[in-house]
C-alpha cells in the first residue's frame, strides 16, 4: 500500500513569494490535514477536510494560507505572501472516515524556508 | 481544550539501557492518547495508542506506555533500547469532543549511544 505522498521535500523562497505544497492521501482515506510544525515544536493542525469539504480551519490562517481538495482525493497548499515566521516542516495526513478516534498516516512533509 | 505537555526535551540513552519519556496531557473530558515516532528524514509513525481497555498498552518493538487517569499521564518506557531507536517521539492526545483532532507536544529527542 502506497503511503502519503508530498511534494516537493524542500523548497526555498524569499518573504513575500509564493508557494504551494501539494499532498496525494493514501488511496481511501477521505479524511485528509495539513499541520504546520516549527522547529522545536509538536505539530500543529492548520486544515481538516473529510472528502472535499473543510471540517476545521480555525487554525489556518486565512489572510495568507489557503488550501483545497476539489476532488476529494489530493490536496494543495498555498501560502502567499510568505511570512519569515511560516519557516516549518508542512505535514499532511490521512486517515480512514470511521477511525478518526485511531492513526493518522503522515507523509514526508516539505521543509520550507523563508529568507 | 486539550493540551500535552511533554516533561523532556532531549533524553540522551547508552545502548541496552531503559529509558521513559514524560508525558502529561491536560483535558476536561475523556481522551484518547497516542505516541507518534519520527525517525531522521521520515515521516511521523504511530507508535501506540490508548482508547479504552487495559491502561497498560503495548508496541511491537518493545516500548509500552500506562495510561495513569489520576495522574494525567501517559508515559513511554523500554526496558532495553537499541542504536535503532534514536528517533524524536511525539505526544498526542485527541478527545470526543473536540472532534478527536489531535494535540501534539512538543516531542522528545531520544539519541542512543553505543
Known amino acids: 500500500e502506497a503511503g502519503v505522498a508530498q511534494s516537493p521535500r524542500y523548497k526555498i523562497i524569499e518573504k513575500r513569494q509564493s508557494v504551494a505544497f501539494w499532498c496525494n492521501p493514501i488511496?481511501?482515506?477521505?479524511?485528509l490535514y495539513w499541520y504546520q510544525q516549527i522547529l522545536g515544536q509538536g505539530p500543529k493542525l492548520l486544515i481538516q477536510?473529510?472528502?472535499?469539504?473543510?471540517?476545521?480551519d480555525s487554525q489556518l490562517p486565512k489572510d495568507r494560507f489557503s488550501a483545497e481538495r476539489l476532488k476529494g482525493v489530493d490536496s494543495t497548499l498555498k501560502i502567499q505572501p510568505a511570512k519569515l515566521e511560516d519557516s516549518a516542516v508542512y505535514l499532511c495526513?490521512?486517515?480512514?472516515?470511521?477511525?478518526?478516534?485511531?492513526?493518522?498516516?503522515f507523509g514526508p512533509g516539505t521543509r520550507l524556508t523563508v529568507t | 481544550a486539550q493540551s500535552v505537555t511533554q516533561l523532556d526535551s532531549q533524553v540522551p540513552v547508552f545502548e541496552e539501557a531503559p529509558v521513559e519519556l514524560r508525558c502529561n496531557y491536560s483535558?476536561?473530558?475523556?481522551?484518547?492518547l497516542f505516541w507518534y515516532v519520527q525517525y531522521p528524514n521520515q515521516g511521523l509513525q504511530l507508535l501506540l495508542k490508548?482508547?479504552?481497555?487495559?491502561?497498560l498498552v503495548e508496541s511491537i518493538n518493545g516500548f509500552e506506555a500506562e495510561f495513569n487517569k489520576s495522574q494525567t499521564s501517559f508515559h513511554l518506557r523500554k526496558p532495553s533500547v537499541h542504536i535503532s531507536d534514536t528517533a524524536e517521539y511525539f505526544c498526542?492526545?485527541?478527545?470526543?469532543?473536540?472532534?478527536?483532532?489531535?494535540?501534539f507536544g512538543a516531542g522528545t529527542t531520544v539519541t542512543v549511544r553505543a
Open positions: 490508548y482508547l479504552s481497555g487495559s491502561t
Open positions: 498526542a492526545v485527541s478527545e470526543n469532543s473536540n472532534d478527536y483532532k489531535l494535540s
Open positions: 477536510f473529510q472528502n472535499n469539504g473543510v471540517v476545521d
Open positions: 483535558s476536561s473530558v475523556s481522551v484518547y
Open positions: 495526513a490521512s486517515s480512514l472516515p470511521w477511525d478518526q478516534m485511531g492513526e493518522q498516516y
Open positions: 488511496s481511501g482515506h477521505a479524511t
